[in-house]
Nanobody
Framework: QVQLVESGGGLVQAGGSLRLSCAAS????????MGWFRQAPGKEREFVAA????????SYTDSAKGRFTISRDNAKTTMYLQMNSLSPEDTAVYYC????????????????WGQGIQVTVSS
């Protein structure tokens, strides 16, 4: 089992940047595919980005491509999401996710979740 704790959220103006971190407990971090999802009020949880166990492969939703960068440091058992050129449409609770097999756009298959962290982008 793995516990996930997000940090780095907050309030930022449109065009600004934030870096989210997801700290994982346990020694098996490198065994998990990791990802970020987000959920805006009244909307379903949606996929943002995912990264392979080694960190060598990443995938993004279309709206994140070119603006967000996912990365991980297996030695520190931490995953990151660098978010640039933020817009009000990025306002949501962001969730860290870990899965022993794969992460797809379907949030319902994810093994473990963090508690979520609020990101608010003002116009």
């Amino acid at each position: 089992q793995v516990q996930l704790v997000e940090s780095g959220g907050g309030l930022v103006q449109a065009g600004g940047s934030l870096r989210l971190s997801c700290a994982a407990s346990g020694r098996t971090f490198s065994r998990y595919v990791m990802g970020w999802f987000r959920q805006a009020p009244g909307k379903e949880r949606e996929f943002v980005a995912a990264i392979s166990r080694s960190g060598g492969t990443a995938s993004y939703t279309d709206s994140a491509k070119g603006r967000f960068t996912i990365s991980r440091d297996n030695a520190k058992t931490t995953m990151y999401l660098q978010m640039n050129s933020l817009s009000p449409e990025d306002t949501a609770v962001y969730y860290c996710a870990a899965d022993s097999s794969a992460i797809s756009s379907d949030y319902r298959g994810v093994d473990y979740w963090g508690q979520g962290i609020q990101v608010t982008v003002s116009s």
